[in-house]
């Protein structure tokens, strides 16, 4: 099979590395910057629900309308465009342009942060249509190019890591968010650029339910995905704890260019995808990798209760990412694939996103905010803010639990190995 030319191939690599950048550089610092200003947990966590409402809504938007109606370049180039001033509008709800605090105002920052996750949260899903519409071989090219998309997030991180060797914490700071509406933009201009992709479904009738999976709950029937449905969301929980507020956790316990430090994590990511197909998947059954995935979530909290200092504890746990996240969201969409016969994929894909990525996400969200204030200390000079130890001892309990209910309920033999004959949808 020919080759993808190698100058699609560069702006293909180009637009992965650049749109997670966009997210990368602000999201992770953000809590640490609200908590700074005085922003309590529940109300840290009302910020992060944007990006939920982002996901519970995105599919809507590029069903309905991008896969229609316009060329997907052209929507994404718009859509970055609009979200980058609508970042910056949310940067001067919390400072003013030369960086001084302003009043707490947060269902006023959430109101504005949200049209940002709004456009932004489509682009994922147009990234991957645009790169699997111009890749020729799928199969060996395609997880090349979205590799850059964790490379460029990994990348801005860098910046955590040269402000710290200024004696200047960035994450304590506005300018995160500044930068991420800067590369919104650039990156927006550049989308201009990309080769034109028409749009996909121009003329077909698509329904509201069909985009949001609904179809699909048919599946529901086969056992095993309505595990797999079930633990998706479960797991989101205590992920959540993780995703929300490890960032001022670090920060906390005076970890050094933490921003930098946590993307430890994605280079594991990197790592484990790349090796799931090629060696987990060939040697280890579907229900061993989700158990080794979500066992990693309760290690990785009972590692992180375990110190409150920067120590191998610490850094193992932030390793562990990569295990955490291929082995359950990744393999996830993969079992799903094969799981669902051929006219229910998209819908299927479609319901597991919306129950992992939004409503999970959501509650996690929520539940998270909810822990962080609860685990909050009396403020004392030079000390810890909030009792972390039992903050990661409830996350790491409900990740054990939902380990549990796992392994006893799945019980697929699937094969999935790369080489297998086996028909998709066999066993629905």
Request: positive net charge; hydrophobic residues 50%.
């Amino acid at each position: 099979m020919p080759t993808t030319p190698l100058r699609t191939k560069v702006h293909l690599c180009a637009m992965m590395f650049l749109q997670f950048a966009i997210n990368g550089v602000w999201s992770i610092p953000l809590a640490t910057y609200l908590e700074e200003l005085g922003y309590s947990g529940q109300q840290i966590g009302l910020a992060y629900t944007t990006f939920a409402w982002g996901a519970l809504l995105s599919p809507v938007f590029v069903g309905m309308i991008a896969d229609r109606f316009f060329a997907s370049q052209k929507i994404l180039a718009w859509l970055n465009l609009l979200g980058g001033p609508l970042l910056l509008l949310a940067a001067l709800v919390l400072a003013t342009p030369g960086g001084v605090p302003r009043p707490i105002r947060p269902v006023l920052f959430f109101w504005v942060l949200l049209p940002h996750c709004l456009c932004y949260l489509p682009t994922w899903s147009l990234i991957n249509s645009i790169a699997l519409a111009h890749v020729r071989d799928a199969g060996r090219e395609f997880p090349l190019i979205r590799l850059m998309g964790t490379i460029g997030w990994i990348v801005v991180s860098v910046i955590s890591l040269a402000c710290s060797e200024c004696k200047f914490n960035i994450e304590k700071t506005v300018w995160p968010l500044w930068i991420g509406a800067g590369l919104c933009v650039a990156t927006g201009i550049y989308n201009f650029f990309l080769p034109h992709t028409p749009p996909q479904a121009a003329g077909k009738r698509v329904t509201v339910g069909e985009i949001l999976g609904l179809p699909a709950l048919r599946l529901l029937r086969d056992r095993n995905f309505a595990v797999l449905l079930l633990t998706s969301l479960l797991i989101m929980l205590p992920a959540s704890f993780y995703w929300t507020f490890c960032n001022p956790f670090l920060n906390e316990i005076r970890m050094q260019a933490a921003q930098f430090k946590q993307c430890l994590g994605q280079m594991t990511e990197a790592l484990f995808i790349f090796l799931l197909p090629i060696f987990f998947l060939r040697y280890l059954s579907v229900k061993s990798i989700f158990v080794l995935g979500l066992g990693a979530w309760a290690l990785r909290y009972v590692l992180l209760a375990s110190s409150t200092t920067e120590d191998a504890a610490i850094y193992l746990a932030l390793l562990l990412h990569g295990i955490c996240f291929a082995f359950i969201f990744v393999l996830g969409p993969m079992y799903t694939d094969r799981k669902a016969p051929k006219e229910l994929q998209a819908s299927a894909q479609g319901l597991l996103v919306l129950v992992t990525w939004g409503v999970g996400q959501l509650l996690g969200i929520y539940l998270s905010g909810w822990f962080f204030d609860y685990c909050e200390l009396p403020k004392s000079p030079g000390g810890l803010t909030h009792d972390w130890r039992t903050y990661w001892f409830w996350a790491a309990g409900m990740s054990a639990a939902i380990t549990g209910l796992f392994f006893v309920l799945f019980r697929d033999r699937i094969d999935m190995r790369p080489a297998t004959q086996e028909t998709p949808g066999q066993g629905v």
